[in-house]
Nanobody, 127 residues
Framework: QVQLVESGGGLVQPGGSLRLSCAAS?????????VAWFRQAPGGGREGLSF????????VYADSVKGRFIVSRDDAKNTVYLQINSLKPEDTAVYYC???????????????????WGQGTQVTVSS
């Protein structure tokens, strides 16, 4: 069973930055998994943000966050990161990471049914 734990959320002022982490617990080697980031705002649906393949050779961003979000992975630390810059109030949401042993074969990075999900970390952008 793969357990993912997100961290790094918090309250930040508009224009600020955060780095979210998605760590795999136990004996899971996250390096074997493709990982995607999603968020869900209050009263809203789930929104796909970013995807990173095994090995990190392929990264994908939703148009809504391109240029502000950066996904990366440090397999030595068993962790995938999402750097969020120039935060806006509309970025307020619970952020989730999701993982799958292989990930989508096509370009359905954000509609693919990932096998494992974390519990989420709250990001609140407010002055």
């Amino acid at each position: 069973q793969v357990q993912l734990v997100e961290s790094g959320g918090g309250l930040v002022q508009p224009g600020g930055s955060l780095r979210l982490s998605c760590a795999a617990s136990g004996s899971t080697l996250l390096s074997y998994y493709a990982v995607a980031w999603f968020r869900q705002a209050p009263g809203g649906g789930r929104e796909g943000l970013s995807f990173i393949s095994r090995g990190g050779g392929n990264t994908v961003y939703a148009d809504s966050v391109k240029g502000r979000f950066i996904v990366s992975r440090d397999d030595a630390k068993n962790t995938v990161y999402l750097q969020i810059n120039s935060l806006k109030p509309e970025d307020t949401a619970v952020y989730y990471c999701a993982a799958d042993r292989f990930g989508p074969l096509g370009n359905n990075w954000f509609t693919f049914e990932y096998d494992y999900w974390g519990q989420g970390t709250q990001v609140t952008v407010s002055s």
